[in-house]
């Protein structure tokens, strides 16, 4: 089971709250990248009252009972898992002057400005001389993608403009189809980068045929727009799971995301029934109710549109859902109705997804050979919780908000050792000089701590919150 890529995103986990400029609901659009550690990009709306964003199968007792294997009617009827757009990297995170490595799908790709055309191109991330990664290189001064390694140049078709090696008045071996880079269809569509996984030429103008999942509200200025990645240590199905589960929030995210307060509670948490149901289920994905809080749509393979609720930061929980995808692949994911006891309304979304997994995409992601399927060692605490490599690095504003921050501190610090040193040399006021160094000294030290907290690393223990 391979990893998803949450930037973005949904990665890109510290949800800020957004104000919406009418006093409708508003709907979130959430999408997905599959990458060897998952990097989740999610575009979101405003936020709403209500804390649901999935739903699914209406019946006086929903009981899930394990069924025959579910075969899809026809090849038609199979989902191609290569036959679809997929999210790549908020446009607002990514760097015109450098190219930028990507991992989506098991496809190594490097995406970067051309400048020539005005437009993101995605290419294969490997030279056609000697495989060295494109994302190694730079941009050079006339727009052009070049190879860190000997110096082969290319523009956004793919073409070799420039070999340093060759002879000018030599055979044009620049004009050879192999001195290409490979290039797979790009497009920018809601301020994402998306590409088309498959580089045969007939795909070349494929957006004319097929576009990526349109959200109207996406394009609508009432709306308040938050666009963020972050890679997740876990795999696909574990990630859309956790999305269309409004029923883990109260207590997998206790204290952290507000939820509606029940008129009875049973437990602190206060969690309680959820009426779920599934409309329509076909290979495209399924349309489900969500009873009160509207309607949910999961849009194959990554996408989740609902009404309501506040986007769920899946940080917080990773360790237990890296735990629990862990238990999932023991129990193999064929057997998953077998493993799992859902009795409730509450996981009907869930039983919906694995549906359509089993009858129309075979059961799990068609990797083509580009992972083995194994999972890694379990990572240490911190690097699964870790916010700054999973997120800040790659987020601009973070990124920035990081680097201020950090500034600040040692600026504290200086101004520490220079009040200290001014009271030493000049003995004027020297009380005042060194209280102004203790608070100096104990902001720097605040600071310290109020960074890695919130940029590197904040652990959260259920038993104690």
């Known amino acids: ?46 936020q709403s009252k209500s804390k649901l964003f999935t739903a699914m199968p209406s019946s006086p007792s929903f009981v899930s009972k394990p069924e025959p294997e579910l075969e899809a009617d026809s090849q038609a009827d199979k989902f191609d898992w290569y036959a679809h757009w997929y999210p790549v990297m908020p446009v607002c995170d990514l760097d015109k002057r450098a190219p930028h490595a990507k991992k989506v799908m ?45 110096g082969w140049c290319f523009n956004g078709s793919g073409n070799c403009n420039f ?54 509200e996406l394009d609508d200025p009432s709306y308040i727009k ?24 109260p ?52 996408s989740i549109y609902a009404h309501s609720s506040p986007v769920v930061d899946p940080g917080d929980s990773a360790v237990a859902d890296a735990e629990k995808e862990r238990k999932i692949k ?15 309304k509450s996981d009907a979304f869930v039983v919906g997804f694995r549906k359509w997994l089993h009858k129309y995409a075979g059961g799990q992601v068609d990797w083509r050979g580009n992972h083995s399927g194994a999972l890694p060692p379990t990572p240490p605490r911190e690097q699964l919780l870790d916010r700054y490599w999973s997120h800040v690095v790659n987020c601009s504003s973070c990124n920035s908000a990081y680097k201020g921050l950090s500034a600040l501190e040692v600026i504290l610090q200086f101004a520490s050792l220079a009040f200290i040193g001014i009271a030493g040399a000049t003995k004027h006021k020297a009380n005042t000089m060194v209280a102004m160094a203790v608070v ?26």
């Open 226 to 249: 938050i666009t963020g990645s972050r890679d997740l240590p876990y795999g696909y199905e574990v990630m859309i799971e956790n999305l269309m589960d409004p029923a883990h929030v």
């Open 440 to 465: 100096c000294f104990a902001c720097s030290k605040w600071l310290n701590q109020f960074i890695y907290k919130n940029f590197h690393y904040h652990d959260y223990d259920h038993a104690f919150r």
């Open 251 to 302: 207590y997998a995210h206790y204290g952290i995301i507000r939820t509606r307060e029940p008129k009875v509670k049973g437990d602190r948490e206060g969690g309680s029934p959820v009426e779920l149901s599934i409309k329509k289920l076909d290979r495209d994905g399924f349309v489900g109710d969500q009873g009160q809080f509207g309607i949910n749509k999961f849009i194959a393979p990554f």
């Open 330 to 344: 023991e129990n193999e994911s064929s057997n998953w109705q077998k493993a799992c006891f859902v009795p409730t």
């Open 1 to 46: 089971m391979e990893g998803l890529r949450t930037s973005s995103a949904l990665s890109s986990t510290h949800i800020p709250t957004s104000i919406s400029k009418t006093q409708f609901t508003k709907h979130k659009f959430l999408n997905f990248q599959f990458n060897p550690l998952p990097n989740s990009t999610f575009s979101r709306k405003t």
């Open 163 to 216: 070999i340093p090696q060759a002879p000018p008045d030599g055979p044009p071996v620049c004009t050879s189809k192999r001195a290409c880079a490979a290039v797979y269809p790009s497009t920018v569509h809601h301020d994402i980068v998306w590409f088309w996984p498959d580089t045969d030429p007939q795909y070349k103008d494929i957006i004319l045929k097929k576009q990526p999942p349109f959200i109207p």
């Open 106 to 150: 098991g496809l190594d790709i490097v995406v970067w400005w051309d400048k020539n055309e005005s437009s993101w191109r995605v290419f294969k991330d490997a030279c056609p001389h000697r495989l060295a990664p494109l994302s190694e290189g730079r941009i050079d001064q006339w727009g052009r993608l070049q190879c860190v390694y000997h």
